[in-house]
């Protein structure tokens, strides 16, 4: 089954504008991402293995294409197991 990566993008961004809205705060980009808070705020300052992100004046957001973005390069470095 090969869907293509515009479909899943696309389904991707729905599903987390659905739930969360265009920009997501550190706690939403979390849970979406499967990772603790604290995980996520260490990569980000470190600059490391976090999607991109805007510094507003009331914290950190992170837009929703940049997180679905993120979970689609991550996904890219999976080990691939065949059935």
Do not use: H
Not at 28 to 54: H, Q, V, Y
Not at 71 to 76: A, D, H, L, N, V
């Amino acid at each position: 089954m090969n869907i293509s990566s515009e479909i899943i993008f696309t389904s991707m961004i729905q599903a987390l504008i659905s739930k969360y809205g265009v920009m997501l705060t550190s706690k939403d980009c979390a849970e979406a991402l499967g990772i603790s808070t604290r995980t996520l705020d260490e990569r980000r300052k470190a600059a490391i293995d976090c999607p991109e992100f805007i510094e507003a004046k009331k914290g950190i957001i992170f837009p929703v294409q940049n997180v679905v973005y993120y979970q689609i390069e991550k996904s890219k470095q999976c080990i691939k197991v065949n059935y």
